[in-house]
């Protein structure tokens, strides 16, 4: 996909992949700035339940609006390839900065007060993150603290698409209720 053009933005480089999306830095050639776009992959595309809880990832977000969540912008399908256009963030994951050693205390506490002012504010607004892990989390350069990935939340008063006795979200980040 490097190098093509959706709409507005030119895709310049693949930035990750997970279970439920690929997601890709791109420029914004209407606004001239860098967004990160996630895609559903193709194999997924296809289900109408991926497919609802992509968009519901999409709602969900751009609902927020909160300095520790990042920011959605839209929700769009172009050749049937839907994808959000979403804030690009630099910098690193909370995944990657554990790996590179130890994190003085009041670094931690730091960002565990902005993951839980972000969570906060989700929760004032009735959505459920459901998947917050490292990964799960960006540290600009500057120190600040943005949630991402809203794939598996739950919003209250809407419909759920979750199987009775599936299990979503990462084994090793569940409670072992939850893992049982």
Known sequence: MIGQQLK????????GEG???VVYKARDSKLNRDVALKFLPRTMALGAEERERFKLE?????????????TVYE???VDEQEFIAMEYIEGQTLDERIRAGSIPVDETLRIATQIAEGLQEA???DVVHRDIKPANVMLTAKGQVKVMDFGLAKVAHTPSITKAGSTLGTPSYMSPEQAE
């Open 8 to 15: 507005h933005y030119i895709i310049e480089e693949k930035l």
């Open 19 to 21: 279970g439920m999306g």
């Open 58 to 70: 999409a709602q969900a977000a751009a609902a927020l609006n909160h300095a520790h969540i990042a």
């Open 75 to 77: 929700i769009d399908e």
């Open 123 to 125: 929760h004032e607004h």
